[in-house]
């Protein structure tokens, strides 16, 4: 494909009814999910964004789908060491343009009912209007989420969804030069946000940032508009979410994820006739 090429991810709204989704976040918690993660290819539709998407290519594994909408070059620096480069990328137009020219795989276009002016602007001048749009939330797993709705997922599950600072550290190991950041060393991005302390999933205390605070929020929000839906958080540690329970994601296997399914057939399927 071309290197100015998209198609609309509407598209695939639908296309995997019932099918479990799995949503990976960059939280260092996702590390002690993977070797169960890396049996579930034809489990469930696996989705890894942002950050996660350079965890999860450190793991030697690769998502089915990639998402991805940050708009300022820090999205482009996380990005460019992931190895997911065939994987199909679904984005939101305030996405930085250059984390386009880092993939090989088709772009799906996602828009948002709410966007930026300028970003409103093109989609009218240049007439992509999507038919179908999603809300993004306020993060990555936000938006990842939305999109396993609009696909027809159900149950949507967590992993790697901290949303706090475990075991003094940010991210997962591959997301940043080194693998343990103390306080002081924050991203960049974190660093005008200071640290709260609240309870983790154990009752512990752990520290937290009022951005992730937002997004377990949002995630909350998710699950009382759309009670049908079952939403489990896997991550086994940091900050949880209001009112989704917290399984292991072997628990959850064995629960909900018992049929074998062509999710990369099916994935193929829909991007070919997509165009």
Known sequence: MTANKSFRGS???GKFRNVPAIIC???PSLKKNLPFLKNLSNKALIIGGGSALTALSYQGFLPHIAAAFGPTMLQFDRLKNHLAFETPLFYQNRLFYEVCWNTHAPRFLINKPESYCIVD?????LGVKEEGSTDGGVSIVNFCTSLAREFGCNPIIF???DLAYTDSTWYAEGVMDSKKESKSTAPPHLKWKSLQEHKDIFGNPVNTTINWLAESEW???FTEFFPDITVINATEGGLGIKGVPNLSLEEVTK???????DIRGRIHTETLSSR
Do not use: A, D, R
């Open 25 to 27: 976040g960059s939280g």
């Open 11 to 13: 598209h695939f709204f």
């Open 255 to 261: 629960k909900y994820l018992t049929k074998e399914l």
């Open 159 to 161: 992993v790697g969804f």
């Open 219 to 221: 995630t909350e929000g």
């Open 121 to 125: 602007w093109f989609e009218k001048t």
